[in-house]
């Protein structure tokens, strides 16, 4: 099931907790339906930053997975914050939103 944040503005965020099933190193990754209201996001975990910053804008709507980079991450509930940055000049909004996040065990 996914998720949509209607932000208004830069520094809009939306917390996504996720049981993590044993410590270790995840590859992060989450797919989004990108679209012309769409904003730019950044991933943060514990106050860090995951990846870059990923535009979500597209002039007509597609669907993107994004692979992030490996984390180290504990075990059990993890908070993913998803801040919406900036937007692309041609985004009319900053809207952000999610079809799933991905931990593939390293």
Same mark, same amino acid.
């Given at each position: 099931k996914?998720?949509? =944040?209607d932000a208004t503005k830069a520094g809009d965020r939306v917390?996504? @907790? =996720?049981?993590v099933p044993a410590a270790g190193n995840y %590859?992060?990754? +989450?797919a989004v339906k /990108? $679209? !012309?209201? $769409?904003?730019v996001v950044q991933l943060t975990i514990g106050g860090a930053n995951v990846g870059p910053a990923e535009d979500q804008y597209s002039a007509n709507d597609a669907w993107?997975? #994004?692979? =992030?980079e490996t984390v180290s991450? !504990?075990?059990g509930n993890v908070a993913f914050v #998803? @801040?919406?940055?900036? /937007?692309?000049s041609a985004s009319s909004g900053f809207t952000q939103s #999610? %079809? +799933?996040i991905k931990l593939t065990p390293q």
């Open positions: 996914g998720t949509t =944040l917390t996504i @907790t =996720l049981n %590859d992060v990754m +989450y /990108k $679209h !012309p209201t $769409h904003g993107q997975e #994004f692979n =992030l991450l !504990p075990a #998803f @801040t919406v940055v900036s /937007k692309n #999610f %079809d +799933y």
